[in-house]
């Protein structure tokens, strides 16, 4: 199921220090399994640093996140690895694809620690690039490939391993109007899976989209509306 709960949440930059900041400060929140939501808010919100934290990729200063009931915050870092390959895809603004390496490369990378078979994995790669439309630039690589492009390949990269929870962060910063309504085009196909997609977001085009569920406003590292 993958529901997702944050209780408490707050995280501190710096702690102890002069400069010390709190870019999360009490979150309590519950995400079904299967809903699409974004989070939208100005800089420094704490957005980011949110998603982070579900994802694993950050730990929280206070609060616990659970996941369908399991308390995951306390895990060793060598078990949030294993947790964020196989219940997470991640999408980054700068969507980070590893230059020099062709599309079909960097979509298949995130499966190689798992010791799948080689020619299932080139299959399953090859497959998401078509149903996302960038097949036929599967030997390029990423460099040569168009923004648009660039941000399918980073999202057929994160579904390789077929997790169940989708994140990306301010997914549409770097895209035109066409190329976000792609997006947005491409975001209700992945809903149609059952899959639990959350985005940070300040773009109106996405926060005001049809395909999100639910929109959460943060503040100051609050959540300030939950609608």
């Known amino acids: 199921m993958n529901a997702i709960e944050l209780v408490g949440i707050r995280k501190a930059f710096n702690r102890g220090l002069a400069t010390e900041v709190w870019a999360l400060d009490g979150i309590d929140v519950t995400i079904p399994a299967g809903q699409v939501a974004v989070f939208s808010g100005p800089s420094g919100s704490g957005k980011t640093t949110l998603l982070s934290i579900i994802g694993g990729m950050a ?6 996140v659970r996941l369908d009931g399991q308390d995951v915050s306390s895990y060793s870092e060598r078990f949030l690895t294993v947790l ?11 969507l980070h694809l590893i230059r020099g390496l062709s599309a079909l490369e960097n979509v298949m990378i995130p499966a190689y620690p798992l010791g799948n078979d080689w020619h299932p994995l080139r299959d399953r790669a ?53 190329l976000t309504t792609q997006f947005l085009g491409i975001l209700e196909s992945l809903s149609g899976d059952g899959r639990t997609i959350l985005m940070s977001s300040h773009d109106p085009a996405v926060t005001s989209s049809a395909v999100i569920q639910r929109r959460i406003a943060m503040h100051d590292g609050r959540i300030v509306e939950d609608r």
Do not use: C
């Not at 169940?164 to 770097?174: K, R, S």
């Open 59 to 64: 730990r929280p200063t206070e609060g616990r």
């Open 84 to 94: 964020r390959r196989m219940r997470f895809g991640f999408v980054f603004q700068d």
């Open 126 to 178: 090859l497959s998401l690039l078509s149903r996302l439309d960038v097949v036929h630039r599967a030997a390029t690589r990423v460099e040569f490939l168009s923004g648009g492009e660039q941000q399918r390949v980073a999202i057929a990269r994160a579904l390789v391993n077929d997790p169940p929870v989708l994140l990306a962060d301010e997914p549409t910063a770097n895209l035109d109007s066409a």
